[in-house]
């Protein structure tokens, strides 16, 4: 770890001027032979760049699955992730189109593009550099070596979840529906915290044999900053790659960027386990003394609560999202493929400790119609908000 702070004193981590931190030397060594990312590159305590190196060495078909806290990660214009120790040393490259596809709330990604960080983690954006601090220590940095990256077409993704929601996309690799199906949108406002509760349905997608995910959100996006900060209720969360049905939930705070963004890198916390019939609070809070958003997910039922806070966002013309979105593989979805039915209540939006008087608007997305029946998008406020979308399940 490279010490920023005081470690004792972990929030003091995101006053750090980054603009003035100096980062080492990258020593790119081009005759290395390119390694298989086999599930989400993420900064590990446990793992050092020595091990990594040892590994590599070993083994004829080099594979990678974490990398050592410190580490500063650099994606290139020709598709090529390579990752670097923190003293600027080549841990190893990989091909993005080779790297195994992990599942994120908006459908699977590239696992050079997707990054697990301990929960509390704190990142900032400064010239096409992202740095993430966890308690006082940059733990990762991640580069993007120009404005435009090429991607091979076999792992080409959407632009936006929303607007291209039910088309068939390579559905060998990806997901024959890919999308948002229903959720509820705000008028425009300046927020600084925004808060829901809801219960993990009790009926869970029962298409047996298919790699499907389904995730349920609160979250918040603002023109000109790519992407959604949002807790997220995920279904079917997989970030090994691998063939396997998780038939569970969990919980977790994303930062996430478009896949076709420059910037392709979406982070997330520690994910915790929800059981069918947990209530859980997705909350966004702003902190005025930091200026930064802290995003949590919470299990109301076992108390646990997970975490992270970003720069990424401002606090000012924010639309509000109560989200249902889905991504299957191998078949054509059917309503089996969502879970039932979720109310989003407790619903509290504010700025300076007062209401915002937003209007909520519900929608059910037109590409969602071929697929999935019985579909509704409520917005009630008699006695209160809430937010009801009906599956038909």
């Not at 020593?27 to 990594?52: G, R």
């Not at 080409?156 to 990806?174: C, E, P, Q, Y």
């Not at 979105?325 to 059917?334: L, T």
């Not at 979720?342 to 909520?360: D, L, S």
Request: aromatic content about 10%.
């Amino acid at each position: 770890m490279v010490p920023m702070v005081n470690a004792a004193d972990a929030n003091s981590a995101y006053a750090v001027d980054v603009s003035n931190l100096q980062l080492p030397q990258l020593q790119f060594d081009s005759s290395q032979t390119k390694v298989i990312v086999t599930q989400e590159l993420s900064p590990s305590q446990n793992v050092q760049s020595s091990q990594v190196t040892a590994n590599l060495v070993a083994s004829k078909n080099p594979t990678v699955s974490t990398i050592p806290y410190g580490s500063i990660i650099y994606h290139s214009d020709n598709g090529v992730t390579t990752v670097f120790d923190s003293t600027g040393k080549q841990l190893f490259a990989a091909d993005d189109a080779k790297s195994i596809k992990v599942s994120t709330p908006h459908g699977e990604s590239p696992a050079t593009f997707v990054h697990e960080v301990p929960s509390g983690s704190f990142s900032k954006e400064v010239d096409g550099k992202t740095y993430i601090f966890y308690k006082g220590n940059l733990i990762l940095t991640i580069i993007n070596g120009n404005d435009q990256r090429s991607i091979k077409t076999d792992i080409k993704n959407i632009a936006d979840s929303r607007t291209d929601g039910g088309v068939a996309i390579n559905s060998a690799l990806l997901s024959n529906y890919l999308g948002w199906i229903e959720y509820s949108e705000s008028t425009s406002a300046t927020v600084e915290r925004f808060e829901s509760t809801w219960v993990a349905p009790l009926a869970t997608p029962t298409n047996s044999g298919v790699r499907e995910s389904v995730a349920i959100w609160n979250g918040i996006e603002r023109t000109g900053v790519d992407g959604v900060m949002q807790p997220v209720l995920m279904w079917n969360f997989c970030p090994y790659g691998d063939t396997q049905i998780h038939n569970n939930y969990v919980g977790a705070a994303w930062d996430y960027h478009t896949i076709s963004s420059p910037n392709k890198d979406s982070l997330h916390s520690t994910p915790i386990s929800v059981s069918p019939g947990d209530t859980v609070r997705g909350t966004l809070q702003w902190s005025s003394t930091y200026s930064c958003w802290l995003i949590q997910f919470n299990n109301i039922r076992t108390g646990q609560t997970t975490a992270y806070y970003t720069t990424r966002f401002p606090r000012d013309n924010l639309k509000l999202y109560m989200t249902l979105e889905a991504s299957g593989a191998g078949i054509k979805p059917n309503n089996n493929s969502l879970t039932g039915s979720i109310t989003f209540n407790n619903i509290i939006v504010q700025n300076q400790g007062v209401t915002v008087p937003v209007t909520f608007t519900g929608h059910i997305w037109p590409g969602a119609s071929s697929s999935f029946t019985g579909l509704e998008a409520v917005v009630s406020t008699n006695p209160q908000l809430q937010i009801f979308l009906r599956t038909g399940r």
